[in-house]
């Protein structure tokens, strides 16, 4: 009777911590969600905020030189400052279709995912306006969890941003060295002009190296670039047609 009654008590025991346990996981969990929910909500009430004209947002990449107490060197210029020769240039060479997308070009997007598909090489996709979100918010690097996080957050951004704040943006914050960031203070340490005195070649050597800043200098054009200048320059000189949400 004794052991019988001790059962009974212990299984009750067992029961009680069991309905204490489950609560606790469960708010843990909840607490997890939560957390992700909002980290992953950041970035669209920086968009909101980012959409004021005397906003200067900085790029991730900037965020990890100051952790890391590298510094950087931005300095930020008005879109009417920057010389129309390198908007020219650098939508032609990153993103033709820059004025007629909402912020994501899918004739492109499809084209990569079906040369994926059928094991094929792929070849960037990525518009100026997903390449700001991406910049101002997510990281370097292909993964498919970023390229769903970018694609949200350039639509987002397309819907609130008119086309000249997000070409703003993203000449201000684009990465053209290591620690240099912006065309006003790539113009200055290429070419030793401000931005707003680029030539067209100048600001084209500029714009063929923004894939890869890092091995690509203006002032010192590899091979490849060389061979890409000539037909940027081209585009750039019979772009009137394409750029004609920046300028009217």
């Known amino acids: 009777m004794d052991i019988e009654a001790e059962g009974k008590t212990d299984g009750g025991g067992e029961a009680v911590r069991a309905r204490r346990f489950l609560p606790s996981v469960q708010g843990r969990f909840r607490s997890i969600l ?3 929910g909002f980290f992953v909500l ?5 968009i909101v905020l980012y959409w004021l004209p005397f906003v200067r947002p900085v790029s991730t ?5 100051l952790a890391f107490f590298r510094g950087y060197d931005r300095q930020w210029v008005e879109l009417d400052d920057i010389s129309p020769n390198v908007v020219k240039a650098v939508m032609m060479s990153e993103d033709g279709q820059f004025c007629a997308h909402n912020g994501v070009d899918w004739g492109q997007l499809r084209g990569v995912v ?3 598909l059928d094991g094929e090489a792929t070849r960037g996709a990525s518009t100026i306006t997903m390449q700001t979100a991406k910049n101002l918010f997510l990281w370097n690097g292909r993964s498919f969890l970023r ?11 397309n819907t609130l941003w008119s086309k000249r704040r997000t ?3 993203y000449l201000n914050i684009a990465e053209w060295g290591p620690g240099l960031y912006g065309i006003e203070a790539a113009a200055r ?3 030793k002009v401000p931005a707003a005195k680029l030539s067209l ?10 894939p890869n800043p890092v091995l690509r200098k203006a002032s010192k054009p590899t091979r490849n670039m060389t061979r890409l200048v000539p037909v940027i320059e081209r585009r750039a000189r019979a772009s009137g047609d394409y750029i004609t949400c920046i300028y009217n």
């Not at 950041?42 to 920086?46: D, F, H, M």
């Not at 990449?61 to 030189?65: H, Q, S």
């Not at 070649?201 to 923004?210: E, I, K, N, P």
């Open 34 to 36: 939560m957390g992700v």
């Open 42 to 46: 950041i970035p669209y009430a920086l």
């Open 61 to 65: 990449l900037m965020l990890a030189d």
């Open 114 to 116: 079906q040369d994926a």
């Open 147 to 157: 390229k769903t996080l970018e694609l949200p957050l350039a639509l987002f951004a």
């Open 167 to 169: 070409m703003e943006i």
């Open 189 to 191: 340490h290429y070419f």
């Open 201 to 210: 070649r100048q600001a084209t050597l500029l714009a063929v190296s923004l």
